[in-house]
């Protein structure tokens, strides 16, 4: 009878062990997984910066003051082989953003088709933030004497970029961001970070940009 009891007890025991490890496995599990998407997230995520301040915005809606300001996102650094482009189009009207779906090509899309890129300045790149529903800037790193945006971190395998808006191109016109008449910009930001020319998940990011009027 004790042979018995004791043979219940050790199986007990066993099964007490196994329920805690498997808990342990699936907490570290669970952890791993909740980082690995916390750091999916940040290498999404298009920041938008004023006066050195990042500015917070709730749904990828920021409140910024007439004044320049700073996009900034990851991407990889460019090859003679591998070209990781971001492509940025602005709109005036919420209305001209086209319909974007995970899955769609880049050649559906009217903004971001083959031959929308817009061109820039050699030595400058853009000097202005183009409001143009069709178009788009084409903006990439290989060094610093080829480039049209401005790398300033690395994170992991990714590099953090900045482009710089002082003015906006409406029409053809300059106005500088203090002087500008205009109160909402959007933008489409797409970064494919793959190179299959395909919208993937996180890769397309819609924002709303809301200026304020001096006080």
Do not use: W
């Amino acid at each position: 009878m004790c042979n018995f009891f004791k043979s219940r007890l050790i199986s007990i025991t066993s099964k007490i062990l196994l329920v805690q490890v498997l808990f342990v496995f699936t907490i570290n599990d669970s952890c791993v997984f909740a980082k690995k998407k916390r750091t999916q997230k940040k290498y999404e995520r298009v920041g938008i910066l004023q006066k050195g301040k990042d500015i917070s915005g709730k749904k990828n809606v920021f409140i910024i003051d007439k004044a320049s300001f700073s996009i900034r996102f990851y991407n990889h650094v460019c090859s003679d082989s591998q070209f990781y482009a971001t492509r940025i189009a602005v709109f005036s009207n919420k209305d001209q953003i086209p319909t974007i779906r995970k899955g769609m090509k880049f050649s559906a899309i009217s903004c971001f088709k083959p031959g929308t890129g817009m061109a820039a300045s050699r030595e400058l790149g853009y000097t202005a933030l183009k409001i143009a529903p069709a178009a788009h800037h084409y903006l990439f790193y290989q060094n610093e004497e080829s480039k049209r945006v401005n790398k300033i971190g690395e994170s992991g395998m990714f590099s953090l970029f900045e482009f710089n808006v002082d003015s906006l191109n409406i029409e053809g016109q300059i106005e500088s961001m203090s002087q500008t008449e205009i109160n909402h910009l959007y933008m489409l930001v797409l970064i494919d970070r793959n190179l299959n020319n395909v919208i993937d998940k996180g890769e397309c990011q819609k924002i709303a940009i809301q200026i304020k009027d001096k006080d």
